[in-house]
């Protein structure tokens, strides 16, 4: 049987996505003119935490006739999952950028 300490320490694997999470990120993807390239694609891709104002960066590659409500509600079912709170919690979190480059900084 380990000590306490053993027990309490966090895994700094990645955290990697499941059916679930795929689902979830298609939802983004889907409402979007392109990928943004940092939201997991298939099965077994890492969860990795996006950058701070997501939404207003994610905005503006928004597909014509898509309400940026259903932008903001599908981003929330995905960060809000309990898998993606924990990518965030991992001890060498970092928050990722999207391929057009918008800025994001470190989870500590």
């Given at each position: 049987?380990g000590?306490?300490?053993?027990?309490?320490?966090?895994?700094?694997?990645?955290?990697?996505?499941?059916?679930?999470?795929?689902?979830?990120?298609?939802?983004?993807?889907?409402?979007?003119?392109?990928?943004?390239?940092?939201?997991?694609?298939?099965?077994?891709?890492?969860?990795?935490?996006?950058?701070?104002?997501?939404?207003?960066?994610?905005?503006?590659?928004?597909?014509?006739?898509?309400s940026?409500?259903?932008?903001?509600?599908?981003?929330?079912?995905?960060?809000?999952?309990?898998r993606?709170?924990?990518?965030?919690?991992?001890?060498?979190?970092?928050?990722h950028?999207?391929?057009?480059?918008?800025?994001?900084g470190?989870?500590?």
């Open positions: 049987m000590s306490m300490n053993e027990k309490s320490q966090i895994s700094s694997k990645p955290v990697i996505s499941t059916d679930k999470d795929i689902r979830r990120a298609t939802a983004i993807t889907d409402l979007l003119v392109q990928p943004l390239g940092v939201l997991p694609v298939v099965v077994g891709d890492p969860i990795r935490p996006v950058a701070i104002g997501f939404f207003q960066q994610a905005s503006p590659f928004l597909s014509p006739g898509v940026v409500t259903a932008l903001r509600r599908a981003i929330g079912a995905y960060v809000h999952s309990k993606y709170y924990l990518s965030c919690s991992q001890p060498d979190a970092m928050r950028v999207n391929r057009a480059g918008f800025a994001g470190s989870n500590s």
